[in-house]
């Protein structure tokens, strides 16, 4: 999949929006008909209440959250506020622009207000001890034949005589 300017600006972005909303909705409503759902007006309420969280993976590693999308007239990268994880960030601003290619992962989750948890995850995209990337390749070579006589085991011995 490619997160590119159309992802973003067209439809798709919104539609993963919409069903982390509806999603979290039917979850909190579930003896309620999906069909009768909309015409509810207490699951039209939470529906309205819930707030998405959009979390952007890169390929070198990092990640952030997204606070608020801004548009920009070039189509070869996303530029974006972060919502700062340390508290050493939250004093300002930070406006973060990525090419569209290195966006490898996007989430988007919807909470109500009432329903977040205390401690939310930390987001990394700031970190100084952010650790490499996770290797490509396989993570282990396998280990080598075990020669049995080197554990103590005595080999079976073929008669090729007969």
């Known amino acids: 999949m490619h997160f590119d300017y159309d992802w973003w600006f067209g439809t798709q972005f919104k539609t993963r929006t919409e069903q982390a909303k509806s999603r979290c909705s039917e979850n909190h409503f579930p003896d309620l008909a999906p069909k009768k759902a909309k015409e509810d007006q207490a699951y039209k309420t939470f ?54 290619e290195d966006i490898v992962r996007v989430e988007v989750f919807a909470v109500h207000p009432e329903e977040k948890p205390e401690d939310m995850p930390s987001i990394k995209g700031f970190a100084s001890a952010q650790g490499p990337p996770p290797p490509q ?17 005595t080999p079976e011995r073929i008669d090729r005589t007969g």
């Open 47 to 100: 529906h309205d209440e819930l707030e998405a969280r959009t979390i952007i993976y890169l390929r070198d590693g990092f990640s952030y959250e997204v606070k608020e999308i801004i548009k920009q007239t070039d189509t070869i990268s996303l530029t974006f506020e972060c919502m700062p994880a340390d508290e050493a960030y939250k004093v300002g601003c930070f406006v973060v622009t990525v090419p569209f």
């Open 137 to 153: 390749g396989r993570p282990e070579e396998r280990s080598p034949r075990r020669d049995p006589q080197d554990h103590g085991e």
